[in-house]
């Protein structure tokens, strides 16, 4: 049976700095955006975005996944633990960002940023889709290397069953890794295959919708849930409510006939 590495969340440390793996993942995402996003403006030039307005873009990207993402996790997650511990809001080096809290925030980000720049708002998201997933591989990474959202249960004979000695001695699915592949790697495989021609306006991000709200909701089967909208119960779990309205969303938006 594996055993979680119980990796040291500080990868330097330089006197009283201490540089985390944590926010060095989401630094490797905000790199992969450029690199990936540079490519994409070079070879795409439907989108009407230019290589001197990409970094504008990653700044604003920047602050809604941040501000969006912490204000996600208290607000959506641990109200309780964060109104009892408020100073804890702002220590998001310590980890606990809330996926959708960060879409939403990137949401309003994108917003800003087309109406400055005279872009339409899905013109922003179709280029932006693709260059999301990889940023999300990583920050699941950084998940298990602090060993936080492990998993439920499971079979002392699954093979990918792992020990998490923070929490207990059983068996438990691995799932930040699971959602590394799902949410990450396979997503952006099928973002960087769809988006390679192009496509009616909000096609890509209805894609996107789509496959990020069904490899979440089925991620959290494997997950130790959050608390579910049912109490205790965990009939539906805070994650899979959440990427509800995000697949449905998603299929508006590849379905609809128009093309503005």
């Known amino acids: 049976m594996l055993i979680h590495p119980q990796f040291d969340p500080v990868a330097v440390s330089l006197g009283p700095l201490a540089v985390r793996w944590y926010g060095l993942m989401y630094l490797a995402g905000f790199i992969a955006f450029l690199v990936l996003g540079r490519r994409r403006a070079a070879s795409q030039p439907w989108h009407g975005i230019d290589l001197k307005a990409l970094d504008d873009l990653l700044f604003y990207g920047v602050l809604g996944v941040i501000v969006g993402g912490r204000l996600g996790q208290v607000l959506f997650y641990e109200p309780g633990y964060y109104a009892a511990h408020p100073l804890e809001i702002v220590a998001v ?3 606990g960002m809330s996926f ?9 980000a994108m917003g800003l940023w087309g109406r400055r720049h005279g872009k339409t708002f899905f013109q922003v998201t179709d280029f932006i889709a693709p260059l999301v997933p990889l940023g999300l591989m990583a920050g699941r990474i950084g998940n298990f290397i602090n060993g936080e959202l492990w998993g439920r249960v499971a079979a002392a004979d699954f093979p990918l069953a792992m020990v998490f000695p923070q929490v207990d001695s059983l068996p438990r699915h691995p799932s930040p890794l699971y959602q590394a592949v799902g949410e990450g790697l396979l997503l952006f495989v099928v973002l960087w295959w769809y988006s390679a021609r192009q496509r009616p306006r909000g096609a890509v991000s209805g894609v996107f919708l789509i496959g990020y709200g069904i490899a979440r909701f089925v991620a959290e089967f494997f997950r130790e849930p959050d608390a579910g909208i049912f109490g205790h119960s965990y009939v539906v ?3 899979q409510w959440l990427s509800l309205p995000m697949i449905v969303a998603g299929l508006y938006l590849l379905t609809r006939k128009t093309k503005s």
């Open 100 to 108: 959708h809290g960060g879409f939403l925030g990137v949401l309003v």
């Open 93 to 95: 080096w310590k980890g």
């Open 237 to 239: 779990s805070m994650g």
